[in-house]
């Protein structure tokens, strides 16, 4: 599901440099909790036509949003796709048939704000499709993480 940690060995620093919370316990526990303010961000392919120009040199993002895991699971069931959803895995849509992920964007954070202040982890792209019109509905939700990235991040 293209969830990993990295340990860096001195803090990222420049104007681009950000921070982004995890979830708390609380948020983490709230299956009914959607989010509209969501950005998806990657450096990989622009479009789903591959060639060597078509790297980016910049960090590309896109507006999307995120169901609540009680929504996707309801939509998963009444669309029949219980058995193709990929387990820890929560619903997107993005603001526009443009804004999803494309190759090389794996690995990816989905960065939602609801309070106006901070931006949060909620989830993670996946493997991409990159078919221009289309989108992944699945992402992996962190939620199910916490408790391993919590552990890990002890550990190191």
Avoid: H
């Avoid at 001195?10 to 982004?20: E, I, K, L, M, Y």
């Amino acid at each position: 599901n293209a969830v990993a940690l990295l340990k860096l060995r001195s803090p990222v620093t420049g104007g681009c440099a950000g921070v982004a919370c995890l979830p708390t316990p609380e948020e983490t526990a709230k299956a009914c909790a959607s989010y509209d303010n969501c950005v998806i961000s990657g450096w990989g392919f622009a479009t789903e036509i591959i060639t060597e120009d078509q790297l980016v040199q910049t960090l590309l993002l896109g507006q999307n949003r995120l169901s609540s895991r009680v929504a996707c699971d309801f939509l998963s069931r009444r669309l029949g796709f219980q058995s193709g959803r990929p387990a820890g895995t929560t619903c997107q849509g993005p603001q526009t048939t443009v804004t999803d992920g494309c190759l090389g964007d794996e690995g990816g954070a989905i960065l939602c704000n609801s309070n106006g202040r901070n931006w949060v982890v909620r989830a993670i792209l996946p493997f991409n499709i990159c078919v221009s019109g289309q989108y992944n509905m699945f992402v992996t939700d962190v939620a199910p993480y916490m408790t391993w990235i919590y552990n890990t991040m002890q550990q190191f």
